[in-house]
Protein backbone atom coordinates (compact mmCIF):
# COMPACT_ATOMS: atom_id res chain seq x y z
CA UNK A 1 0.00 0.00 0.00
CA UNK A 2 1.02 3.80 -0.62
CA UNK A 3 1.18 6.01 1.90
CA UNK A 4 -1.54 7.92 0.81
CA UNK A 5 -3.59 4.83 0.54
CA UNK A 6 -2.90 3.87 4.20
CA UNK A 7 -3.69 7.11 5.51
CA UNK A 8 -6.70 7.62 3.81
CA UNK A 9 -8.28 4.74 5.37
CA UNK A 10 -7.62 6.04 8.52
CA UNK A 11 -10.99 6.50 9.89
CA UNK A 12 -12.54 9.87 11.58
CA UNK A 13 -12.88 9.23 15.48
CA UNK A 14 -16.01 11.52 15.97
CA UNK A 15 -17.65 10.16 12.30
CA UNK A 16 -16.54 6.53 12.37
CA UNK A 17 -18.21 5.49 9.14
CA UNK A 18 -15.93 8.03 7.24
CA UNK A 19 -12.45 7.90 6.92
CA UNK A 20 -10.57 11.00 6.84
CA UNK A 21 -10.30 10.68 3.16
CA UNK A 22 -13.84 10.54 2.83
CA UNK A 23 -14.36 13.49 5.27
CA UNK A 24 -11.52 15.97 3.26
CA UNK A 25 -9.46 16.24 6.29
CA UNK A 26 -6.23 14.08 4.57
CA UNK A 27 -5.01 17.66 2.66
CA UNK A 28 -1.99 15.49 1.16
CA UNK A 29 0.77 13.02 1.17
CA UNK A 30 4.24 13.12 -0.06
CA UNK A 31 6.87 10.84 0.31
CA UNK A 32 10.26 12.08 -0.01
CA UNK A 33 13.30 9.59 0.34
CA UNK A 34 12.04 7.18 3.38
CA UNK A 35 10.19 10.37 4.50
CA UNK A 36 6.65 10.22 4.50
CA UNK A 37 4.66 13.73 5.47
CA UNK A 38 0.52 13.65 5.83
CA UNK A 39 -1.34 17.10 5.65
CA UNK A 40 -4.36 17.36 8.02
CA UNK A 41 -7.00 19.99 7.37
CA UNK A 42 -9.26 20.04 10.41
CA UNK A 43 -12.72 20.90 10.02
CA UNK A 44 -12.13 23.56 11.73
CA UNK A 45 -9.15 25.34 14.00
CA UNK A 46 -10.17 23.97 17.37
CA UNK A 47 -11.25 20.87 16.59
CA UNK A 48 -10.75 18.76 19.37
CA UNK A 49 -10.42 15.62 17.35
CA UNK A 50 -7.11 16.80 15.44
CA UNK A 51 -4.65 15.38 18.02
CA UNK A 52 -6.17 11.46 17.70
CA UNK A 53 -6.37 12.43 13.63
CA UNK A 54 -2.94 13.16 13.69
CA UNK A 55 -1.84 10.28 16.13
CA UNK A 56 -3.96 7.46 14.24
CA UNK A 57 -2.82 8.58 11.11
CA UNK A 58 0.89 8.29 12.56
CA UNK A 59 0.32 4.93 14.03
CA UNK A 60 -1.14 3.33 11.05
CA UNK A 61 1.90 4.86 8.45
CA UNK A 62 4.38 2.94 10.71
CA UNK A 63 2.67 -0.05 11.44
CA UNK A 64 2.92 -0.53 7.41
CA UNK A 65 6.42 -0.02 7.61
CA UNK A 66 6.98 3.59 7.35
CA UNK A 67 9.60 4.78 9.79
CA UNK A 68 10.00 8.37 9.45
CA UNK A 69 6.42 10.20 9.70
CA UNK A 70 5.42 13.18 10.05
CA UNK A 71 1.77 14.80 10.78
CA UNK A 72 1.24 18.53 9.90
CA UNK A 73 -1.77 20.44 9.88
CA UNK A 74 -2.71 22.83 6.86
CA UNK A 75 -5.02 25.71 7.72
CA UNK A 76 -4.75 27.30 4.12
CA UNK A 77 -7.01 26.93 2.37
CA UNK A 78 -9.29 26.18 4.84
CA UNK A 79 -11.48 23.16 5.16
CA UNK A 80 -15.22 23.37 4.04
CA UNK A 81 -17.89 20.90 3.83
CA UNK A 82 -17.62 20.86 -0.50
CA UNK A 83 -14.53 18.40 0.65
CA UNK A 84 -16.61 15.65 1.73
CA UNK A 85 -16.57 13.07 -0.69
CA UNK A 86 -19.28 11.76 -3.09
CA UNK A 87 -18.54 8.50 -1.19
CA UNK A 88 -18.37 10.17 2.08
CA UNK A 89 -22.28 11.94 1.95
CA UNK A 90 -23.86 8.19 0.96
CA UNK A 91 -21.94 7.00 3.79
CA UNK A 92 -23.61 9.87 6.22
CA UNK A 93 -27.13 9.43 4.84
CA UNK A 94 -26.47 5.51 4.90
CA UNK A 95 -25.82 5.97 8.41
CA UNK A 96 -28.91 8.43 9.13
CA UNK A 97 -26.95 11.45 9.25
CA UNK A 98 -28.24 14.34 6.66
CA UNK A 99 -25.04 15.36 4.53
CA UNK A 100 -24.60 19.00 3.97
CA UNK A 101 -25.52 20.48 0.62
CA UNK A 102 -22.58 20.42 -2.12
CA UNK A 103 -21.76 24.03 -2.91
CA UNK A 104 -24.52 25.74 -0.20
CA UNK A 105 -22.48 27.72 3.00
CA UNK A 106 -25.50 28.81 4.87
CA UNK A 107 -25.36 31.64 7.20
CA UNK A 108 -28.94 32.96 7.55
CA UNK A 109 -32.42 31.36 8.67
CA UNK A 110 -33.91 30.82 5.19
CA UNK A 111 -35.71 27.70 5.01
CA UNK A 112 -33.51 24.88 2.40
CA UNK A 113 -34.86 21.28 2.05
CA UNK A 114 -33.28 18.68 4.31
CA UNK A 115 -34.25 15.20 3.34
CA UNK A 116 -34.88 12.70 5.85
CA UNK A 117 -31.87 10.22 5.67
CA UNK A 118 -34.41 7.42 7.17
CA UNK A 119 -37.44 7.90 4.93
CA UNK A 120 -36.27 10.55 2.57
CA UNK A 121 -39.32 12.72 3.06
CA UNK A 122 -38.17 16.83 2.57
CA UNK A 123 -40.55 17.40 5.65
CA UNK A 124 -37.99 17.76 8.22
CA UNK A 125 -37.51 20.84 10.52
CA UNK A 126 -34.43 22.02 12.99
CA UNK A 127 -34.61 21.31 15.81
CA UNK A 128 -31.39 22.57 17.19
CA UNK A 129 -28.51 24.44 15.19
CA UNK A 130 -26.77 22.27 17.64
CA UNK A 131 -25.97 18.39 17.60
CA UNK A 132 -23.65 16.57 19.45
CA UNK A 133 -20.63 17.99 17.86
CA UNK A 134 -20.01 21.33 16.74
CA UNK A 135 -20.33 20.53 13.16
CA UNK A 136 -23.55 19.06 13.32
CA UNK A 137 -27.80 20.14 14.14
CA UNK A 138 -30.52 18.27 15.03
CA UNK A 139 -33.45 18.12 12.92
CA UNK A 140 -36.52 15.83 12.74
CA UNK A 141 -38.77 14.76 9.99
CA UNK A 142 -42.48 15.37 9.96
CA UNK A 143 -43.37 12.33 8.32
CA UNK A 144 -41.58 9.46 10.31
CA UNK A 145 -40.93 11.53 12.74
CA UNK A 146 -37.65 9.81 13.30
CA UNK A 147 -34.79 12.52 14.99
CA UNK A 148 -31.75 12.87 13.12
CA UNK A 149 -28.46 14.72 12.81
CA UNK A 150 -27.20 16.55 9.78
CA UNK A 151 -23.75 18.14 8.70
CA UNK A 152 -23.98 21.51 8.50
CA UNK A 153 -22.32 23.54 5.84
CA UNK A 154 -19.30 25.32 6.42
Given at each position: ??????????????????????????????????????????T??????????????????????????????????????????????????????????????????????????????????????????A????????????????????
Amino acid sequence: MTAWEVAADVPDPELPMLTLADLGVLAGVEEDGGTVTAWLTPTYSGCPAIAEMAADVDARLRAAGYDDVRVRLRLDPPWSTDRITEAGRRKLAEAGIAPPVHGLLHLGPTRRVVSCPQCGSAETEELSRFGSTACKALWRCRDCREPFERIKEI
